[in-house]
């Protein structure tokens, strides 16, 4: 981890009389807007990454990511919202072919840059948001500063779109200056969501996202209204950014029928990390072998294994049930209400981290960044 310590140069700009700015930067131009809803401007950092909301079509009729630039000429007023620059984070691409190592870049850059932004926007495909965002929400401890993940079902330079509204919407939120938005979330049709209890729920839908478990963070009308959702647990007072995660992990959904020998050859597979995705609150199958097989491995050679419901509503109870129990005896470690991309970027970041077997299994049952409610209130 680093810590980004405050930015030893200085901006001072005179508003005075003055609406717009445009001052070279190492982004290239940056225009400065005086928005008279605030009393200060407002930086908001752009990144893109591709996805759909960025898309053209190719000749043959298939979508194919454009540049930000081809983007930001879709939407000129939002220069009335915010002082933005862009980075691309290249190349831009389909958001399924976005993994790990770009979730470092990510983080690193938020960290390099982050004392020169009052905010950062995402602009990234729908297709595995979650996933980053999440990771986001873990990589950048002591955030204390708007991270918006956006993008859309469709391009933005259809006629017909959801893309400009969630992008000057997101950028909105980003500089509204609201304490509930100073952390990781994704925006999206109407709604901010907490990036690291977000679901994707349609493919084709505008409303794309769900929060099951979690209250939005703010719901956008012809005003901002920002419900009552669980607080974050403390964090650290300045950024600190992991630049490590542990890729040597597995996800598995349980279906009956499953036959010992494949979770067998998953047991045998060189990984450190696992997530199930078990029936109702936590149940499993008492099938011959199976449970032995996931015990072995973890008591042998310290497999984390969490437990996760395939249901978007309600929370892991392994002590509820008999069938429960078994996974609670094997070792098998409790993931409340996580969602499942949650718990398994958990992982990734827990097993780069310099903790004991046992301090890894408190950790991952543990509220670190409002991914989980340990206990109903």
């Known amino acids: 981890m680093y810590e980004m310590g405050e930015n030893s140069d200085t901006l001072l700009v005179d508003i005075i009389n003055v609406m717009h700015y445009t001052l070279p930067v190492s982004y290239g131009q940056l225009t400065l807007v005086y928005n008279p809803l605030f009393s200060e401007i407002f930086m908001i950092h ?52 976005i993994g790990p190592t770009d979730w470092l870049r990510l983080s690193r850059h938020i960290g390099e840059h982050y004392d ?31 991270v918006i993940l956006t993008g859309a079902q469709a391009p933005i330079g259809q006629i017909r779109n959801d893309a400009r509204n969630n992008l000057l919407t997101a950028v909105e939120l980003a500089a509204c200056g609201h304490p ?53 647990p403390p964090a650290p007072s300045r950024l600190q950014v992991q630049t490590q995660l542990i890729t040597q992990v597995a996800l598995i959904k ?31 199958p008492n099938m011959p072998g199976l449970l032995q097989t996931l015990e072995k491995a973890i008591r042998q050679r310290d497999l984390l294994v969490v437990a996760v419901s395939q249901q978007w509503h309600g929370r892991i109870r392994l002590d509820a ?54 206990e109903e209130s």
């Open 46 to 97: 752009l990144i893109y990454t591709g996805g759909t909301l960025g898309m053209v079509r190719r000749p043959d009729g298939a979508l194919t990511p454009a540049g930000v630039e081809q983007v930001l000429q879709h939407v000129p007023e939002l220069s009335q919202v915010a002082a933005c620059d862009s980075y691309t984070l290249a190349p831009p691409r389909d958001s399924v072919d």
């Open 180 to 232: 509930q938005t100073h952390e990781v979330g994704i925006y999206f049709h109407d709604r901010l969501l907490r990036g690291n209890r977000a679901i994707k729920v349609s493919a084709s839908d505008f409303a794309a996202f769900d929060s099951p478990n979690c209250p939005p963070l703010a719901e956008v009308g012809t005003h901002i209204h920002f419900p009552l959702v669980p607080p974050l």
């Open 321 to 374: 049930y008999a069938a429960g129990r078994r996974l609670l005896d094997a070792g098998v470690v409790s993931g409340h209400d996580m969602t499942a991309s949650a718990a398994l970027v958990k992982l990734m970041v827990l097993l780069a981290q310099d903790l004991t077997p046992a301090q890894r299994r408190q950790a991952l049952s543990t509220n670190l960044r409002g991914e989980l409610t340990a």
């Open 116 to 146: 020169a932004y009052d905010g950062f926007v995402i602009l990234h495909g729908t297709d595995t948001m979650v996933y980053t965002a999440a990771a986001l929400s873990f990589l950048l401890s002591g955030l204390h500063k708007p």
């Open 254 to 284: 349980l279906f009956p029928g499953m036959q010992t020998d494949l979770f067998g050859y998953l047991m045998q597979a060189p990984i450190r990390g696992l997530v199930i995705e078990s029936f109702g609150s936590g149940t499993f």
